[in-house]
Nanobody
Framework: QVQLVESGGGLVQAGGSLRLSCAASGRSFRYVMGWFRQAPGKEREFVAAISWSGVNTDHADSVKGRFTISRDNAKNTLYLQMNSLEPEDTGVYYC?????????????????WGQGTQVTVSS
């Protein structure tokens, strides 16, 4: 079991940057971690995922070159650095964890979820 708490969301102008954090607590941080987002009226969508070691990462095409997922296992913390933000990036951002080794993109393949943090990008 792992508990996840996101932070770092806020209001930013287009072109700006934010860094989201996800603090994990529980028995182990040995999980594949992911970031998802959900805009009003839309389905939850994959943003990025990272393996336990941090060696393997995967980013959605819509954020490649702008967002970077990383983790610090010594601090049990997951990060999402978001640069060149666009109004289309607006939504609630969730971190998630799953057992296994694969950095999968389906939200229903993750076992644990945080409560989400709001990111709003103004034009």
């Amino acid at each position: 079991q792992v508990q996840l708490v996101e932070s770092g969301g806020g209001l930013v102008q287009a072109g700006g940057s934010l860094r989201l954090s996800c603090a994990a607590s529980g028995r182990s941080f040995r999980y594949v971690m992911g970031w998802f987002r959900q805009a009003p009226g839309k389905e939850r969508e994959f943003v990025a995922a990272i393996s336990w070691s941090g060696v393997n990462t995967d980013h959605a095409d819509s954020v490649k070159g702008r967002f970077t997922i990383s983790r610090d296992n010594a601090k049990n913390t997951l990060y999402l650095q978001m640069n060149s933000l666009e109004p289309e990036d607006t939504g609630v951002y969730y971190c998630a964890a799953r057992g296994g080794l694969a950095t999968v993109t389906g939200w229903n393949e993750y076992d644990y979820w945080g409560q989400g943090t709001q990111v709003t990008v103004s034009s």
